[in-house]
């Protein structure tokens, strides 16, 4: 006995048109719209506080200075190197 398959008819949904309209905002509203959603971004934004700030600059500052003594090694070596090069070949 073999079940036979029901075709399921379509749906007749009916469609609602829905008017759209070519005319963009003028200036000003998109001006004031912009403003309106920068202020609401801001608003979701989690500021550090100045203990997080002053942390952070220390990090900062101190892997600058980390970075400028390793560059000034480098620069040294290199720089001690052609002179070597130099003495020898002269």
């Known amino acids: 006995m073999a079940e036979e398959k029901k075709a399921v008819a379509p749906s007749?949904?009916?469609k609602v048109a829905?008017?759209?309209?070519?005319e963009k905002p003028k200036r000003m509203q998109r001006i004031?719209?912009?403003f309106r959603d920068m202020k609401s971004e801001l608003k979701k934004v989690v500021w550090p506080t100045p203990k997080q700030t002053m942390k952070n600059t220390a990090?900062?500052?101190?892997?600058i200075?980390?970075?400028a003594v390793v560059l000034w090694g480098?620069?040294?070596?290199a720089q001690a190197t052609v002179k070597a090069l130099i003495n020898i070949f002269a």
């Open 65 to 67: 200075v980390v970075c």
């Open 59 to 63: 990090v900062a500052v101190v892997m």
């Open 18 to 22: 829905v008017k759209k309209t070519t």
């Open 74 to 77: 480098f620069d040294s070596a």
């Open 12 to 14: 007749k949904e009916t």
């Open 32 to 34: 004031k719209k912009w």
